[in-house]
């Protein structure tokens, strides 16, 4: 079964809205056997609208359309439909009466504009809006010589509205017209080595042909590891989803630090509470300006690992707060990784916390010199052993790209020297 998925809005074309509909329709089509053939996006003007649906019913077996049925003069979806279908719109009284008594629980007149959205093309079926005013269509798009035939589904464009409608009134069709074949994905996803390294060894999961198959994509550093499993039955896709995620994880081992929507910053905390609880880190930043601390506190429940965060962004400030030498930051200069080192033992003397994570780099894009370019950064673990000397890890990397992106990398490599500190085990690059 083959679908398109069709976005409404001049938001979405002059990109001031991403539009994550699609991906999101997309996952839920694959899990049901669907193949998607495309993503397409079109303007609040109701020819192109019709143009894409009529281009579109031709080419698969379900058309799923997201936005552009609101009560406005730009929303215009439903009239382009109608005018496909060569049907003219008419009122659904029971979706009418439902937008009254939605405004009179406002304790408002519904404006007359509104009564368009209780209108539907001739023919078709009205869904029920549980979440909003905007009612969907269920509709089956037959061309003349009846050669054609695709089901269209319209729902709203807000996405809480949308993925409501779909998972209750639209999930189930898609599922029946599956015939039972699905499509499972999981997505593994590394830090610290390139892709090319990944996927060196990883080779034999990534043979062209393969199924299930298996890609690796990159984003913020971050490489990833994409299987998607097609087979005619769930136990069947999910057996060898299982397995091919096993094979690349062995492969991988350590690197591999989550999955799907897991991210870097979830697992450290994560790791930090399970591994010796009570056990909490703190941050002292330069480059990153606090990045690393905003990452580690991106989940709630962080207190339970986090201790402090310091922006130690001028020499004077990594002085007064962390106790590092003058005579030190004058002989080897910020960053170097006497200096981080020092940062790193500073924040464990002036905190309870059991780790310190430091950093100090060149973001750019000025300030490099020949010595230390752009992206050179260095950071620092520190582990408190109590009445001993901390134990101190410190690495200096040359990170490539802009100014954002090296401050993300940076922030993020911190978290990977953490991860694995935690694990017991050395970096592996």
Partial sequence: MRAIILSIGDELVLGQTVDTNSAWLSQQLAAVGFAVAAHLTVADDQRAIE??????????????????????????????????????????ERWLAQL??????????????????????????????????????????????????????????????????????????????????????????????GESAVAE????????????????????????????SSFGSHDEAARELASTEAACRAALGDLVYGADDETLQEVVGRKLIEGMPGRTVATAESCTGGLLAKMLTDKPGSSAYFDRGFVTYANAAKEDLLDVPGPLLAEHGAVSEPVVRAMAEGVLRNTGAYYALAISGVAGPGGGTPQKPVGTVCIALATDRGSTQPQVTVRTFNFPGDREMIRDRSAKMALTMLRFHVLGKDLPF
């Fill in 51 to 92: 143009q894409a649906i009529e281009e579109s019913v031709g080419r698969c077996d379900v058309l799923l359309i997201s936005g552009g049925i609101g009560p406005t003069e730009d929303d215009l979806t439903r009239q382009a439909l109608a005018a496909v279908m060569n049907v003219p719109l008419e009122l659904d």
């Fill in 100 to 193: 009254r008594k939605f405004f009179d629980r406002l304790g408002r007149s519904m404006p007359e504009g509104n009564k368009i959205q209780a209108m539907i093309p001739r023919g078709t079926t009205m869904i029920f809006n549980h979440a909003g005013t905007a009612a969907g269509i269920d509709a089956t798009y037959v061309s003349g010589d009846q050669k054609t035939v695709c089901r269209v589904f319209v729902m709203p464009g807000v996405p809480k509205e949308m993925k409501s409608m779909f998972t209750r009134d639209v999930l189930p069709h898609a599922r029946q017209m599956g015939g039972g074949a699905v499509i499972l994905s999981r997505t593994l996803h590394t830090f610290g080595s």
């Fill in 201 to 228: 060894k990883i080779g034999p999961q990534m043979m062209r042909g393969r199924n299930p198959s298996v890609g690796t994509t990159v984003s913020g550093g971050v490489v990833s590891v994409r299987i998607n």
